[in-house]
């Protein structure tokens, strides 16, 4: 049996995590906390500008089918590798990075725990997704 990207599970995956970070960043979750750290308000927000959104949903999209791709190549079988592959993957590629560029911004250890907090969350549903949700190809042999 031959696994192939499952698109509709990308797809929901993609929406699924551009509402985790809408309830992440909420005032019920750590909106309040992440403002105050930065010293801003809700006001200082502009919420009218289409383009962070835009690059959190293309970030989304090539993350996941990335994730999915590497799955796949991985021929991983379980919803346990699925995880760990994908949270690899955060830490390896996004947690260090992220750390580093946060310290040469004078960005507080806070903030980046927030944001990484987020982030992470985001790569272990989609593990658990694409682990869960694979797409079976199957192939019949003629004899």
Not at 66 to 82: Q, T
Request: hydrophobic residues 55%; contains cysteine; proline residues 1%.
């Amino acid at each position: 049996m031959e696994y192939r990207i499952n698109h509709l599970a990308v797809w929901l995956l993609i929406l699924i995590q551009q509402g985790i970070g809408a309830l992440w960043y909420s005032s019920l979750l750590f909106g309040k906390k992440w403002m105050a750290l930065q010293g801003k308000t809700a006001v200082d927000l502009d919420k009218s500008d289409p383009v962070p959104f835009v690059l959190a949903f293309v970030a989304a999209v090539a993350l996941t089918y990335f994730i999915a791709w590497l799955i796949n190549r991985l021929n991983l079988k379980s919803i346990g590798a699925a995880i760990i592959v994908a949270v690899m993957v955060w830490f390896c590629t996004c947690f260090f990075e992220h750390l580093a560029y946060d310290a040469f911004r004078d960005i507080t250890l806070g903030i980046t725990l927030i944001d990484m907090g987020q982030t992470l969350l985001k790569y272990v549903v989609i593990g658990v997704g694409l682990g869960a949700w694979k797409k079976k190809i199957y192939r019949f042999s003629s004899r």
